[in-house]
T-cell receptor, first 113, second 111 residues
Framework: QKEVEQNSGPLSVPEGAIASLNCTYS??????FFWYRQYSGKSPELIMSIYSNGDKEDGRFTAQLNKASQYVSLLIRDSQPSDSATYLC?????????????FGTGTLLAVQP | DGGITQSPKYLFRKEGQNVTLSCEQN?????MYWYRQDPGQGLRLIYYSQIVNDFQKGDIAEGYSVSREKKESFPLTVTSAQKNPTAFYLCATGQGNQPQHFGDGTRLSIL
């Protein structure tokens, strides 16, 4: 069973701090990794994609990928109360002609004003 | 306006009743997916379809059925065999190794 693991949290950070969200995955051949943000009662929205080792920055968000360690993380700089949400890590699993996205259970982030 | 449209937003099911959730997309994506999300839980895959007239079971297909007669449409039927249908249902589309994008979801409850 291919798995994606996340700490469920809640992760509480003060406003303006850096929030660090972590994710590990079991399928070594995974090539595509995504972070989604989900507000309570809403559907997930994509905030970051990363495909190769290293860092990828987009505004206040930085995704980090280490395939050797099977580890992907999301850093949120200058955290705002509006960043309070559940963050889902997702890994694309290849199965012949079929690609399936495997989701972690999510980390709840609470940014304290 | 491009996107994924799920309807209805809220749905109530009576005992012994089948209900159908609609998912329509105009993104021209080949693949479509149905997920179920329970409170405080991650997303679990119910069914997916890579091409028209073909679909595969996901991890929790029992009590559900789907069809894919058109590229744009992937309706999900929650049958009376699904004994615990109360959940948030999400439809998504995808293409190759690109990320999936989600509709706004349908919240199903039991009357």
């Amino acid at each position: 069973q291919k798995e994606v693991e996340q700490n469920s949290g809640p992760l509480s950070v003060p406003e303006g701090a850096i929030a660090s969200l972590n994710c590990t995955y079991s399928d070594r051949v995974s090539q595509s990794f995504f972070w989604y943000r989900q507000y309570s009662g809403k559907s997930p929205e994509l905030i970051m994609s990363i495909y190769s080792n290293g860092d990828k920055e987009d505004g206040r968000f930085t995704a980090q990928l280490n395939k050797a360690s099977q580890y992907v993380s999301l850093l949120i700089r200058d955290s705002q109360p509006s960043d309070s949400a559940t963050y889902l890590c997702a890994v694309l699993s290849y199965g012949g002609a079929t690609n399936k996205l495997i989701f972690g259970t999510g980390t709840l982030l609470a940014v304290q004003p | 306006d491009g996107g994924i449209t799920q309807s209805p937003k809220y749905l109530f099911r009576k005992e012994g009743q089948n209900v159908t959730l609609s998912c329509e997309q105009n993104l021209n994506h080949d693949a479509m997916y149905w997920y179920r999300q329970d409170p405080g839980q991650g997303l679990r895959l119910i069914y997916y379809s890579q091409i028209v007239n073909d679909f595969q079971k996901g991890d929790i297909a029992e009590g559900y059925s789907v069809s894919r007669e058109k590229k744009e449409s992937f309706p999900l039927t929650v049958t009376s065999a699904q004994k615990n249908p109360t959940a948030f249902y999400l439809c998504a589309t995808g293409q190759g190794n690109q990320p999936q994008h989600f509709g706004d979801g349908t919240r199903l409850s039991i009357l």
